[in-house]
């Protein structure tokens, strides 16, 4: 069997787990090898989030927030935007590829975007390959 | 104590049945750490769905519920519910979402059985290290705010008013009344807009519960549902309204004319006016930009207030009221509501952005409402109907979807053009009944109560109806019966013939779009556009009104294009809405808000700069930071920064999340 990558989808309440939802009531298919785990706001996520996925045998990890200057809470989102730079260097020292972690922007209306961006990552990690064999030391 | 969970697997019919193998997933969840019972059922959300659980709460003693359903955002308060009716704090249930995530979004059964799976497994998880929580009880404000003044605005205030509470109307322009007061007719009826509206306006302004609150702008909104408290800046109108009898005579002095907003600029007015005739409240208003006096002032000159002194020479007083006040600033005002209704409306698509129709280059090219004005008898020409030349056109042309159904513009329908389309043929057949009157539409969408029997009776008034949509208006004739006429250019798609229409005039209907100033006031009251820009209602079907700010409303169209009726119907929904709530006098606040332990608090002071809210301070004796939990809304962006891990997110605890994460790895 091929190689399907498992991903961690971390969605803010407001914007994209709505639009997550949105892909559902309009029927919109994607691929099935994201799995959504629901935060209030993308402010909440912590990046030891991101490392627990990895740890636990994640091969990717999505992280949805409301667009920029949209945010239910006001500007999480900003604050999320501005962990990420730090988080994806501290990554690259354990050999976790860029691609690996994403932070998205998608709106309550945006379900077709939502599965275009599941869609994408699942394609791009097919191509980078299962996270434990690769890069890390086998222990995530 | 230890978890003891019970699991539900929903089938939703075949929704999810179809998909995901419920019985799989059902005997999977049997074997999951601290699960009491795993069953399936046809429809959870149903009575005997909810009864199964509260059986077995009790039968069993279950601490833990997990239903696998649909989204939370759809069924959790029922199944909260459900918990709490049977003696178990609702905070320790969880949904898994197997619907929208899972069944609806994949093909392959297999796979999505096993993600239903790893779902479920992550909702078990969770669910075991939830904590019971108390909801709060605060009281509701019975005041309300209702943010724009037009039609939909007008009933929302009114329904509120009018069952004996306070209501705030805030009016963005001088005067209340939106579009509706513009039009001439209304459609199918053909009631004068003005006769039914102005009544209502008057209502408003006589009305002792309604502060109507005009020439002014939202400027910041804070607290939550029951009790918000607005900003609000009162624009200087430079006019004393306590003073100034609406006699409109300072128009009469001011020596500056300009193009008339009301009018679509098709009239003038001063830069001294009363909005309009029927203008509520009836006070003048200075436009400041272009007054002489206000301009001189900031030019260091004094000239002009012809309006406040009169001219001598002619033996003209000036306002005699003494209403007019140069010296008025903009002031602040606060006000405290537990209820916002926001009724904002549309703008008109600007045609201008289609270059071919030549809207603003050739004279006679009209959009919709400038022809509502040009129709309506206290418009700029009394009524009649007539091009910039001042004589009556003898061919009009009305096309159909400009800027809607257009995937150059809006994608949408704005649903209001074909019958307002259908109103103009008619007000022509009886004002210019020698005209020849062409409609160019796509397709006719009459669906409304009367709707489809106007099209019938305009069909048989003799107005000739094209469908195609028009490719080009040029002025360049090909021919001596084209001269000086404007010409349409069709594809009359019935007889699949390339036609050119010389008529005298256009009137393109435009769409409905939202306001430019939609995205701010998204923004201040934390309200979410769909992808078109209009507001986001909570539930397309089920929750219309309602908005993801509880306590915050939208009516009208600034939720979406829509017609007097439905707007007007709308208005009192969420007036309702909110009545119920005021009625009810208190409303349950959501329990998770975050928490500071005192003991591994450092007293960094990251989380206080990072809240949004200013829930959070400093307690400069314990040195500690302390939360505020009435202002706390539970982002939990503090949880997420605090280096010493001392704050903790109510129902979204780093360790509910960490398993949740875990779980849907498994």
Known sequence: MSFEPRIVGILCNWCSYTGADLAGTSRRKYAPNVRVVRVMCSGRVDPTFVLKAFEMGADGVLVCGCHPGDCHYQDGNKKTARRMPLLKKMLAQFGIEDGRVRLEWVSASEGDRFATIVNEMTEQLRALGPFRSNGGDGHG | ?666
């Open chain 2, 1 to 666: 104590m230890e978890p003891k969970i019970g699991v539900y697997i929903c089938h939703c019919g075949s929704n999810i049945a179809g998909v995901v193998d419920v019985v799989q997933v059902t005997e999977y969840a049997k074997r999951l750490p601290s699960v009491a019972v795993a069953r399936d059922y046809k429809y959870m959300c149903s009575d005997p769905g909810q009864n199964l659980i509260k059986e077995d709460i009790k039968a069993l003693g279950l601490n833990r519920v997990v239903v696998a359903s649909c989204s939370p955002r759809m069924h959790e308060p029922t199944f909260r519910r459900v918990c709490q009716d049977t003696g178990l704090n609702q905070y320790l249930f969880e949904m898994a979402n197997i619907r929208e995530h899972c069944s609806w979004v994949h093909e392959d059964h297999g796979q999505a059985t096993e993600k239903a799976k790893a779902l479920v497994s992550a909702a078990v998880r969770r669910v075991s290290r939830h904590e019971p929580l108390e909801t709060r009880e605060v009281a509701v404000n019975p005041c309300t705010l209702v943010i724009g003044g037009g039609v939909a605005g007008i009933q929302a205030a009114l329904e509120i008013a009018d069952s004996g509470h306070k209501v705030y109307l805030l009016e963005k322009e001088a005067s209340i009344g939106g579009h509706m007061a513009m039009f001439d007719k209304t459609f199918p009826t053909l009631d004068c807009a003005a006769c039914i509206l102005t009544p209502k306006m008057t209502s408003v302004g006589q009305n002792r519960n309604i502060e109507l609150l005009t020439y002014s702008e939202l400027v910041e909104v804070s607290g939550y549902i029951g009790n918000f408290k607005a900003k609000i800046r009162k624009k200087a109108r430079y006019i004393d309204m306590a003073k100034c009898t609406g006699c409109g005579w300072c128009s009469e002095l001011c020596p500056t004319s300009l193009p008339n907003e009301f009018d679509c600029g098709l009239g003038k007015r001063k830069a001294i006016y009363i909005p309009s005739a029927y203008a509520v409240p009836n006070k003048a208003i200075v436009d400041a930009r272009n007054c002489r006096y206000l301009k001189g002032l900031a030019s260091g000159k004094n000239a002009c207030r012809l309006c406040q002194t009169g001219i001598e020479k002619k033996g003209l007083p000036g306002c005699e009221a003494g209403a007019i006040d140069f010296a008025q600033k903009d002031e602040m005002v606060e006000i405290e509501i537990g209820n916002i209704i926001v009724a904002t409306g549309f703008q008109q698509f600007d045609p201008s952005a289609v270059y071919q129709f030549g809207y603003g280059r050739y004279d006679n090219v009209f959009t919709g409402l400038e022809f509502e004005r040009l129709s309506n008898a206290s418009g700029p020409t009394s009524g009649s109907i007539v091009l910039k030349d001042g004589s009556p056109p003898r061919s009009i042309a009305i096309l159909h979807c400009v800027g809607s159904r257009d995937t150059n513009y809006h994608r949408y329908c704005s649903r209001v053009c074909c019958m307002y389309s259908l109103k103009f043929a008619h007000l022509l057949r009886e004002k210019v009944p020698e005209a020849k009157v062409y409609q160019l539409y796509i397709d006719m969408r009459c669906a409304g109560s009367g709707y489809e029997e106007f099209y019938e009776r305009l069909q048989e008034e003799g107005v000739d109806f094209i469908r195609g949509k028009a490719g080009e208006i040029t002025n360049i004739a090909e021919g001596p019966a084209e001269e000086g006429k404007l010409v349409v250019i069709v594809e009359d798609t019935l007889v699949r013939r390339k036609r050119r229409l010389p008529v005298d005039m256009v009137i393109l209907s435009c769409a409905l779009e939202p306001r430019p100033d939609a995205e701010q006031l998204a923004r201040i009251l934390s309200l979410s556009r769909k992808a078109d820009g209009f507001f986001l209602e909570k539930h397309p079907k089920l929750d219309p009104v309602a908005t993801t700010t509880d306590g915050v409303f939208v009516v009208g169209c600034c939720q979406s294009p829509k017609d007097i009726p439905d707007t007007v119907a709308q208005a009192s929904a969420a007036a309702a809405r909110a009545l119920a709530l005021i009625s009810k006098g208190k409303v349950e606040i959501e329990a998770a808000t975050a928490t500071v332990d005192e003991e591994h608090c450092a007293g960094c002071k990251i989380c206080i700069d990072l809240c949004p809210y200013k829930a959070i301070s400093f307690d400069e004796e314990k040195k500690v930071s302390s939360i505020n939990e009435a202002l706390c809304k539970g982002c939990g962006t503090c949880v997420a920064a605090c280096p010493s891990g001392a704050i903790t997110g109510r129902h979204f605890t780093t360790e509910q999340i960490m398993a949740e994460i875990e779980g849907v790895l498994a």
